[in-house]
């Protein structure tokens, strides 16, 4: 059997072998293993050992910023912000020819923070803001570059969703003239316009004056068995709320349009989301007609208009102050009419009994 590398045998002059390791200057009776070879006996000149050099341990500018960018478009950042660690440079800064750190931070954009809507909500957020970083990043090269429009327009949008669960519950309560409004939910509706509110009272608007529309006519119907629904009070409804909704700011645009009135006094914003918040009393008020009573159909229309017409004075119409009178009557009269016609041709129109 083979010795291990190193050891050699040996005998006594009276025939008895011992065993001694040259580079171990080591001796002993028993027959060594390989198991018991020491890693230092081991001949290691043939080893391939790894030195890597500074610029080796360097991470690439382009690599470090790409991951950066992945990580807030999936919403997630950093507690504290992060620096590139070079063994050339300072944490944050370039060295100079003469040996002085400059510093050359990039610009850093901010997270805002989304509390509360979900979990889609949230992914939105993050998406925003790796835009504005992204923009940031492909523009922090040259000073004073202007951002570019997607960016604007996605982080315009992240503003108008920025908003809770509970701030949109807190909106609604407003339509309820008792108990008191909570002066301070109003004030934040009028200073912070949302459209992820009025977004989800429309859709959900919608989809309730057609189903119940459609209810309704299956309770009427002299043959239950034999009734077809119809379909078309779908794309009535959203012709009704959604595009009343696109309507009444357009529409307020091209009245300032021929004045001399100042774009800046009228906060379209605020528009839109007053309007879509005051259609939300549609939603009860389809529910409460799939009784078939003509007259108490036309009480819970005349109420849920009543509530949309008291948000709508409370929250827009006595802070619309423009010097061209018919601006300010035009101003006034559209969300009035848009929520008049809603209400009315829901009536009139998603029923069966109104046409026999």
Same mark, same amino acid.
């Given at each position: 059997?083979?010795?291990?590398?190193?050891?050699?045998?040996?005998?006594?002059?009276?025939?008895?072998?011992?065993?001694?390791?040259?580079?171990?200057?080591?001796?002993?009776?028993?027959?060594?293993?390989?198991?018991?070879?020491?890693?230092?006996?081991?001949?290691?000149?043939?080893?391939?050992?790894?030195?890597?050099? @500074? @610029?080796?341990?360097?991470?690439?500018?382009?690599?470090?910023?790409?991951?950066?960018?992945?990580?807030?478009?999936?919403?997630?950042?950093?507690?504290?912000?992060?620096?590139?660690?070079?063994?050339?440079?300072?944490?944050?800064?370039?060295?100079?020819?003469?040996?002085?750190?400059?510093?050359?931070?990039?610009?850093?954009?901010?997270?805002?923070?989304?509390?509360?809507?979900?979990?889609?909500?949230?992914?939105?957020?993050?998406?925003?803001?790796?835009? %504005?970083?992204?923009?940031? @990043?492909?523009?922090?090269?040259?000073?004073?570059?202007?951002?570019?429009?997607?960016?604007?327009?996605?982080?315009?949008?992240?503003?108008?969703?920025?908003?809770?669960?509970?701030?949109?519950?807190?909106?609604?309560?407003?339509?309820?003239?008792?108990?008191?409004?909570?002066?301070?939910?109003?004030?934040?509706?009028?200073?912070?316009?949302?459209?992820?509110?009025?977004?989800?009272?429309?859709?959900?608007? =919608?989809?309730?004056?057609? %189903?119940?529309?459609?209810?309704?006519?299956?309770?009427?119907?002299?043959?239950?068995?034999?009734?077809?629904?119809?379909?078309?009070?779908?794309?009535?409804?959203?012709?009704?709320?959604?595009?009343?909704?696109?309507?009444?700011?357009?529409? %307020?645009?091209?009245?300032?349009?021929?004045?001399?009135?100042?774009?800046?006094?009228?906060?379209?914003?605020?528009?839109?989301?007053?309007?879509?918040?005051?259609?939300?009393?549609?939603?009860?008020?389809?529910?409460?007609?799939?009784?078939?009573?003509?007259?108490?159909?036309?009480?819970?229309?005349?109420?849920?208009?009543?509530?949309?017409?008291?948000?709508? &004075?409370?929250?827009?119409?006595?802070?619309?102050? =423009? &010097?061209?009178?018919?601006?300010?009557?035009?101003?006034?009269?559209?969300?009035?009419?848009?929520?008049?016609?809603?209400?009315?041709?829901?009536?009139?129109?998603?029923?069966?009994?109104?046409?026999?």
């Amino acid at each position: 059997m083979a010795l291990p590398p190193n050891w050699e045998r040996y005998t006594t002059e009276d025939g008895k072998e011992y065993f001694h390791n040259a580079a171990l200057n080591k001796t002993q009776w028993e027959r060594p293993s390989c198991d018991e070879v020491p890693l230092a006996s081991l001949n290691t000149s043939d080893v391939f050992t790894y030195k890597p050099s @500074a @610029a080796d341990l360097e991470v690439p500018r382009s690599t470090a910023k790409s991951q950066e960018l992945d990580d807030l478009f999936m919403g997630v950042a950093a507690s504290e912000p992060t620096e590139l660690v070079s063994l050339k440079e300072g944490p944050g800064d370039e060295l100079s020819s003469s040996g002085r750190s400059t510093n050359s931070a990039l610009p850093k954009a901010s997270l805002p923070t989304l509390q509360g809507a979900g979990g889609g909500l949230g992914f939105a957020a993050g998406f925003a803001a790796g835009a %504005a970083a992204a923009s940031a @990043a492909s523009g922090g090269d040259g000073q004073g570059s202007a951002p570019t429009f997607s960016s604007w327009l996605l982080l315009l949008a992240q503003s108008l969703f920025d908003v809770s669960t509970d701030d949109v519950v807190r909106r609604l309560k407003l339509l309820v003239p008792y108990p008191a409004q909570d002066r301070s939910t109003a004030e934040e509706l009028r200073t912070r316009p949302d459209f992820y509110g009025p977004f989800w009272v429309a859709t959900t608007a =919608v989809l309730f004056l057609a %189903a119940t529309g459609n209810f309704a006519r299956l309770i009427e119907s002299p043959h239950p068995s034999l009734f077809k629904a119809d379909y078309s009070l779908v794309p009535l409804a959203a012709s009704l709320v959604y595009g009343g909704l696109i309507a009444v700011p357009i529409l %307020a645009r091209v009245s300032v349009f021929f004045t001399d009135e100042e774009v800046a006094n009228i906060d379209f914003k605020k528009i839109i989301c007053v309007c879509g918040y005051g259609l939300a009393p549609s939603i009860p008020v389809s529910i409460l007609c799939i009784i078939p009573v003509g007259f108490l159909r036309w009480l819970f229309v005349l109420g849920g208009l009543a509530l949309s017409l008291y948000f709508i &004075k409370g929250n827009l119409l006595e802070d619309i102050s =423009v &010097k061209v009178r018919w601006l300010q009557l035009t101003l006034i009269a559209a969300p009035v009419i848009l929520q008049v016609l809603v209400f009315f041709i829901y009536r009139v129109r998603f029923f069966a009994g109104d046409r026999d």
